[in-house]
Nanobody, 121 residues
Framework: QVRVVESGGGLVQAGESLTLSCAVS????????AGWYRQPPAKQRELVATISAVGTTNYADSVKGRFTISRDDAWNTVYLRMNSLKPDDTAVYYC???????????????WGQGTQVTVSA
């Protein structure tokens, strides 16, 4: 099964930026989509961004205009650039590989350990 390792999280102040990376254990070109989820403290995991094989992106309303998802198939890596971070962005961030059925994204890789992002006010 495909394994992912997330990195790049940390403690930042509101307004600052971070770039998360997701290293994938095999070629990501065989997957038609990738996505980043996050799980804030004491809350459910939520999907924040997806990217298709042809580069079409979608974002949760809460991050639209601030976050950018990208993929580098040559390096089997998926990225999440996060600008203008807010305290509400504090969460553990996870990446997945998956597929779209219609407009719905379904992850089908194993979950990594995630990377913690903490944004102070």
């Amino acid at each position: 099964q495909v394994r992912v390792v997330e990195s790049g999280g940390g403690l930042v102040q509101a307004g600052e930026s971070l770039t998360l990376s997701c290293a994938v254990s095999r070629s990501i070109s065989q997957f038609n989509a990738a996505g980043w989820y996050r799980q804030p403290p004491a809350k459910q995991r939520e999907l924040v961004a997806t990217i298709s094989a042809v580069g079409t992106t979608n974002y949760a309303d809460s991050v639209k205009g601030r976050f950018t998802i990208s993929r580098d198939d040559a390096w089997n890596t998926v990225y999440l650039r996060m600008n203008s971070l807010k305290p509400d962005d504090t969460a553990v961030y996870y990446c997945t590989l998956g597929t779209f059925i219609g407009t719905q994204y379904y992850p089908n890789s194993s979950w990594g350990q995630g990377t913690q992002v903490t944004v102070s006010a």
